[in-house]
């Protein structure tokens, strides 16, 4: 087993077919700003130093991998055959990192705006507090669609707990702090929660945000890091979703481009 404290593998979720694209492609092949979606999340994963990287797939498995064709030396396809949620697509990349030790990236397919910077700080968060799980929030003026993150004693508090929309109350619907669905875990522990979980919520689905409980509860440390520009938290389910995305990058480009 590799024991460097210091190792960072990577594990992007991109088996669905995301239906709400109204498209006969994957989701993930959709293209943004000339590229396939899967290749941003795959590329922020390597530029925070990431390697290997399991790359869940799925739906038209075959076109994500031939997506990398000829740039896929540190990348594996491990194939999540049903789609029965994060948790499980995370203990089918967990398995492609067999033998290795230290933290993983958790990052998805369809969320292509995280900022190097911001996954930079998400580590540095993770390391410096030891905790067994950080995830990287967002503070949202419309949260819908996204699970919430429950503090302590509310805003400020400690993390006690992600909740999907599905399975929220009124007032945990009424919390404006998202979950971005990105994460940096201890692997050890990552390993042993994921056979834990359960699918014992209303879509009967094994939800990766359990594991942060399971952090809260066990006091292994679970920290929450609000990103500083809300948008990197966007997930493209749908057409309008990516032309949102397009145009962020866009703005970005332009900035740069004013800033030199």
């Known amino acids: 087993m590799t024991q460097d404290a210091n190792a ?9 077919k995301g239906r709400r694209m109204k498209s006969p492609l994957a989701k993930v092949l959709h293209t943004l700003a000339g590229r396939p979606l899967i290749h941003h999340a795959v590329e922020a994963a ?7 990287i399991a790359v869940v797939v799925g739906h038209q498995a075959g076109a994500v ?6 740039d896929e030396a540190d ?23 067999e033998g290795l030790s230290g933290d993983v990236l958790v990052l998805c397919g369809d969320v292509p705006l995280l900022r190097d910077e911001t996954l930079e700080a998400l580590i540095r968060r993770h390391r410096e507090s030891e905790a067994a799980v950080t995830v990287l929030t967002a503070l949202v003026e419309a949260p819908s669609g996204y699970g919430r993150v429950l503090r302590e004693g509310g805003p ?10 599905t399975d929220a109350t009124g007032a945990q619907r009424a919390v404006r702090e998202i979950n ?12 042993g929660a994921l056979p834990r979980i359960r699918a014992e919520n209303r879509q009967g689905e094994y939800y990766l945000p359990d594991a942060v409980s ?3 509860a066990e006091k292994k440390g679970a920290e929450a890091l609000p990103a500083g520009h809300p948008e990197e938290a966007l997930g493209v389910n749908d057409p309008g979703d990516l032309a949102r995305a397009e145009a962020i990058l866009a703005a970005r480009d332009g900035a740069s481009s004013q800033a030199r």
């Open 8 to 16: 960072l593998a990577a594990i992007v979720l991109a088996a669905g």
């Open 75 to 97: 990348l594996s396809f491990p194939v999540q055959a049903e789609q029965l949620g994060t948790g499980h697509a995370a203990s089918v990349g967990l398995g492609a990192l």
């Open 180 to 191: 971005s669905g990105t994460y940096i875990f201890d692997l050890a522990f990552l390993a």
């Open 156 to 165: 400020g508090g400690r993390v006690a707990a992600i909740v999907e929309e």
């Open 214 to 216: 399971m952090a809260v």
């Open 46 to 52: 390597r530029r925070a130093g990431a390697a290997p």
């Open 65 to 70: 991998r031939e997506a990398f064709a000829g």
